[in-house]
């Protein structure tokens, strides 16, 4: 049986004699276990020091745990523990408090050195975690009525971080940077299946981008900035370009197809002002073939070597005066003009220098002009 002077350790005021409190804490040491009372359940504790009230109900504990760490333990008017300051198993500190229901509500505490905050409600613990991690940062957690951690804030070793996961604890969004790339700051949302499908950021070499993604990751569209000007591009499941518009420093606009390797088979380019042309490659060669406009109006078709030089063009003006040249590397050529009005000539060239004209006029008269042995020889034929 305990002591009458621990049974009665009760007092109207807040504060007892200092006294008279150690004096409790020795006789309450040195008593036998109590009566079994009808009671709820008590913690399992052994070498306790406890205060009770006028009806011998335990409102206060100070003992040792089946761990052996030292726990102080408050009990409400029902016996129920509400509140508890010891050390864990782990022997670390740490603060709990206790809802009607038994559960813990409130837990602060220590963690390998790193403090603790836990939250929980409802039967299912819901509820809000706070950490600060000693080697990577601050940490705030969300959970749902499962008890499944569902949304994250984090400073990770100085980048912030915002991560929201499904039912099934996959990551579904992404909001922040990397520890490896600080600059790059971005939002990311991924599928069921794992994939990246849409992301918005900026990094430090484009100001904005936007990525999108189809299928099972078998194409993905990027539009972003480069330089300051826009760019859109179209990459495959090999991470190959194979379309791009642009808009280049020179104010051009551009769109590129490209072969599966990665070479511009088409590119249509369009100046400032006026018109554009259109470039065909086989693969081999800068530019085969182009197609275009002028900006004087002009309509163009040529082809170009690998070396880069216009070896056959074909042009109309506004004018309708039409225009054929072809040209070898050695500077030979040939050019052919109609004037629109009955004009028709052509013009022989062997190494910059005219060798040979011959065409005929509005009136119908042939002519004919060799240049050749630096004689001219004049043949005319109506």
Same mark, same amino acid.
């Given at each position: 049986?305990?002591?009458?002077?621990?049974?009665?350790?009760?007092?109207?005021?807040? @504060?007892?004699?200092?006294?008279?409190?150690?004096?409790?804490?020795?006789?309450?040491?040195?008593?036998?276990?109590?009566?079994?009372?009808?009671?709820?359940?008590?913690?399992?504790?052994?070498?306790?020091? =406890?205060?009770?009230?006028?009806?011998?109900?335990?409102?206060?504990?100070?003992?040792?745990?089946?761990? =052996?760490?030292?726990?102080?333990?408050?009990?409400?008017?029902?016996?129920?523990?509400?509140?508890?300051?010891?050390?864990?198993?782990?022997?670390?500190?740490?603060?709990?408090?206790?809802?009607?229901?038994? %559960?813990? !509500?409130?837990?602060?505490?220590?963690?390998?050195?790193?403090?603790?905050?836990?939250?929980?409600?409802?039967?299912?613990?819901?509820?809000?975690?706070?950490? !600060?991690?000693?080697?990577?940062?601050?940490? *705030?957690?969300?959970?749902?009525?499962?008890?499944?951690?569902?949304?994250?804030?984090?400073?990770?070793?100085?980048?912030?971080? *915002?991560?929201?996961?499904?039912?099934?604890?996959?990551?579904?969004?992404?909001?922040?940077?990397?520890?490896?790339?600080?600059?790059?700051?971005?939002?990311?949302?991924?599928?069921?299946?794992?994939?990246?499908?849409?992301?918005?950021?900026?990094?430090?070499?484009?100001?904005?981008?936007?990525?999108?993604?189809?299928?099972?990751? %078998? @194409?993905?569209?990027?539009?972003?900035?480069?330089?300051?000007?826009?760019?859109?591009?179209?990459?495959?499941?090999?991470?190959?370009?194979?379309?791009?518009?642009?808009?280049?420093?020179?104010?051009?606009?551009?769109?590129?197809?490209?072969?599966?390797?990665?070479?511009?088979?088409?590119?249509?380019?369009?100046?400032?002002?006026?018109?554009?042309?259109?470039?065909?490659?086989?693969?081999?060669?800068?530019?085969?073939?182009?197609?275009?406009?002028?900006?004087?109006?002009?309509? *163009?078709?040529?082809?170009?070597?690998?070396?880069?030089?216009?070896?056959?063009?074909?042009?109309?003006?506004?004018?309708?005066?039409?225009?054929?040249?072809?040209?070898?590397?050695?500077?030979?050529?040939?050019?052919?003009?109609?004037?629109?009005?009955?004009?028709?000539?052509?013009?022989?060239?062997?190494?910059?220098?005219?060798?040979?004209?011959?065409?005929?006029?509005?009136?119908?008269?042939?002519?004919?002009?060799?240049?050749?042995? =630096?004689?001219?020889?004049? @043949?005319?034929?109506?």
């Amino acid at each position: 049986m305990r002591t009458e002077a621990s049974s009665e350790l009760t007092h109207s005021s807040r @504060w007892c004699h200092p006294v008279t409190f150690a004096l409790a804490l020795f006789l309450g040491c040195a008593a036998g276990q109590g009566t079994n009372e009808s009671k709820p359940e008590e913690p399992r504790i052994h070498n306790s020091v =406890e205060l009770r009230d006028s009806q011998g109900r335990i409102r206060l504990s100070i003992c040792l745990d089946q761990d =052996e760490c030292p726990q102080i333990m408050l009990f409400d008017p029902a016996g129920h523990p509400r509140s508890r300051i010891g050390l864990s198993s782990e022997f670390e500190p740490v603060i709990r408090m206790t809802g009607s229901n038994g %559960e813990d !509500a409130v837990s602060l505490g220590l963690r390998e050195d790193s403090p603790q905050l836990r939250l929980e409600c409802g039967e299912g613990r819901s509820g809000i975690r706070i950490q !600060a991690e000693a080697t990577r940062g601050p940490e *705030l957690t969300l959970s749902d009525g499962d008890g499944l951690e569902r949304a994250r804030l984090a400073i990770d070793r100085g980048a912030p971080q *915002l991560s929201m996961l499904d039912p099934g604890l996959k990551p579904r969004l992404y909001l922040g940077t990397e520890v490896s790339t600080p600059d790059n700051y971005g939002l990311r949302v991924t599928s069921d299946d794992g994939l990246s499908r849409a992301e918005v950021g900026t990094t430090k070499n484009s100001p904005a981008f936007i990525l999108v993604s189809g299928g099972a990751g %078998e @194409w993905s569209a990027l539009a972003m900035s480069r330089g300051g000007h826009p760019l859109l591009s179209f990459v495959d499941s090999t991470d190959i370009e194979r379309i791009r518009v642009s808009l280049t420093p020179q104010q051009e606009s551009e769109v590129a197809l490209c072969s599966a390797e990665g070479q511009i088979s088409v590119l249509a380019r369009c100046p400032k002002s006026g018109f554009g042309l259109v470039n065909l490659s086989d693969g081999d060669s800068p530019t085969a073939v182009f197609l275009g406009k002028g900006s004087s109006g002009d309509v *163009l078709a040529g082809i170009v070597d690998a070396a880069g030089c216009r070896r056959a063009s074909l042009s109309l003006t506004p004018e309708d005066r039409a225009y054929a040249s072809v040209q070898d590397s050695t500077a030979s050529s040939a050019f052919l003009t109609n004037d629109g009005k009955g004009l028709c000539k052509l013009e022989l060239n062997r190494k910059g220098k005219t060798r040979l004209l011959a065409g005929f006029d509005k009136t119908d008269t042939a002519s004919f002009m060799s240049l050749d042995s =630096e004689e001219i020889e004049t @043949w005319r034929s109506k």
